[in-house]
């Protein structure tokens, strides 16, 4: 997964919030959420082109993403390079502890939120 934690420790330090990254539409709303999650997970949603019988939304399940266009918004925001805003976390059994840390879960709920893979 690629975890945000930089970016807002940076805006932090610069005196900027995620308010002014709304008023000067550095980047969307939908880009933000993403990166306060952490990319690379699965997240859930619903999906407007696959109503059911009962009328509701079945659900949709994807890999989250943020576009470079969005790094690069940011970093020129920022003055900064890609690797002062995130940092990438390898989907390891290694690196479980710290990805449940991250994602606020348990070791057994990990594999529901990203795509495990045993390190080589």
Request: charged fraction near 30%.
């Amino acid at each position: 997964m690629i975890c945000y934690d930089k970016l807002f420790e940076l805006m932090k330090a610069q005196g900027k919030n995620t308010t002014h990254i709304r008023a000067e539409k550095i980047i969307s709303q939908d880009t933000l959420g993403k990166m306060r999650k952490g990319t690379g997970i699965i997240d859930e949603g619903r999906d407007p082109n696959n109503i059911l019988p009962d009328g509701k939304q079945a659900k949709k399940m994807r890999i989250t993403a943020v576009d470079t266009k969005s790094i690069e918004s940011l970093c020129t925001w920022l003055n900064c390079q890609p690797s002062d805003i995130m940092e990438v976390i390898p989907n390891t059994w290694e690196n479980a502890d710290r990805l449940c840390e991250i994602l606020d879960c348990t070791k057994e709920e990990l594999s529901k939120r990203v795509p495990m893979e045993e390190a080589e």
